[in-house]
């Protein structure tokens, strides 16, 4: 398993969340935090051979760090929780 985490400031919308899932397969990652997402609520979406958990920590929309994992190993993830720290 490959994991890395990758900052992206500029994920607003799904097509630019699609964009990103193409990239992971190419560097071979199966798990990827990803920094400063900037969407409201919480869920999950399938882009692709992933699956992207997200929730909005803050009214701001900063320091949230949401997770890209591979279909093929999500049956090892047995909770997605998200906790604010209050910052």
């Known amino acids: 398993m490959r994991y890395g985490t990758w900052n992206v400031r ?3 919308k799904l097509s630019s969340l699609t964009t990103v899932a193409r990239e992971l397969p190419r560097n071979k990652l199966d798990l990827v935090g990803v920094q400063e997402v900037s969407w409201d609520k919480g869920g999950k979406v399938r882009p692709g051979e992933f699956i992207f958990f997200y ?3 803050n009214e701001i929309h900063q320091l ?5 994992v591979h279909h ?16």
């Open 10 to 12: 500029s994920l607003y």
């Open 55 to 57: 929730r909005k920590v």
């Open 64 to 68: 949230g760090t949401r997770f890209f």
């Open 72 to 87: 093929r190993i999500l049956s090892a993830v047995k909770r997605v929780e998200f906790i604010s720290n209050g910052t």
